[in-house]
């Protein structure tokens, strides 16, 4: 899960949903482990029984949201974006600035499944979703 760290209620809601489908089919869900978008996927996430990987941009574990279960400390910043799309099998994008930008194109460089869900429409092979149940039937698919 990626997008952005600013809280908004609408996307929060929707990124809470996708963390809920994810974890119920069994997914590991790992995001950049700190608030808005991220936050509430891994809410969604854990509240479903679900694992949640946060990597922080900070040197400690600390730094990341109440539901990650286990905290990578990058003490990279936004660098740790490339972590991320190292990691990830399949990434669901929500919202987002640049940052989310960055992580798009460096999971699409490395050639992995990318969906959006109100974010970023950038390449061709981004597979667009309306709904959190069609973002996660994509991510799967």
Known sequence: MIGTGESEPGTDAV???VGCLLAAAGC???TGGLDGVMGAASRGAHEAGGLVIGV?????????NAHV?????TGMGDARNVILANSAEVFIAIGGAHGTLSEIA???KRGKRVVS???WDVDPAVLRAQTPEQ???LALG
């Open 117 to 119: 869900l109100g974010s």
């Open 15 to 17: 990124a809470h949903e």
């Open 69 to 73: 279960r286990v905290a990578i400390a």
């Open 28 to 30: 590991v869900v790992i």
């Open 106 to 108: 460096f999971a699409l």
């Open 56 to 64: 922080v941009p900070g040197s400690s574990p600390a730094e990341a």
């Open 135 to 137: 973002a996660v039937r």
